[in-house]
Nanobody, 127 residues
């Protein structure tokens, strides 16, 4: 059974940090690109950051570039999203996803080319 389980969300003040984790099981993790997506109330889903199977190629949305860092540990079947300098506009439900259809990390994020999705974790940035 395929599972993607996100954790690490919560309430943080503006300027604070959070690290999200996505633990995968039920499929060959290092064959799949992994992405983080988010959706705020009333807004479209956004591809935040995506990473290649090796971890050498990454993509970041302009809105998070320089503040967020994606990484993966294939030995642990886990992907991380380190989020620094958080802003109220980062408030959303964050989802991780796994896919093999995209030919680049950018394509995966921009076109949401994913085969499996997690349930999501809430991130709220507020004072």
């Amino acid at each position: 059974q395929v599972q993607l389980v996100e954790s690490g969300g919560g309430l943080v003040q503006p300027g604070g940090s959070l690290r999200l984790s996505c633990a995968a099981s039920g499929f060959t993790f290092d064959y799949y690109r992994i992405g983080w997506f988010r959706q705020a109330p009333g807004k479209e889903r956004e591809g935040v950051s995506c990473i290649s199977t090796s971890g050498l190629s990454t993509y970041y949305a302009d809105s998070v570039k320089g503040r967020f860092t994606i990484s993966r540990d294939n030995a642990k079947n886990t992907v991380y999203l380190q989020m620094n300098s958080l802003k109220p506009e980062d408030t959303a439900v964050y989802y991780c996803a796994a896919g093999r259809r995209a030919t680049s990390s950018q394509d995966m994020c921009l076109m949401a080319l994913s085969d499996y999705w997690g349930q999501g974790t809430q991130v709220t940035v507020s004072s």
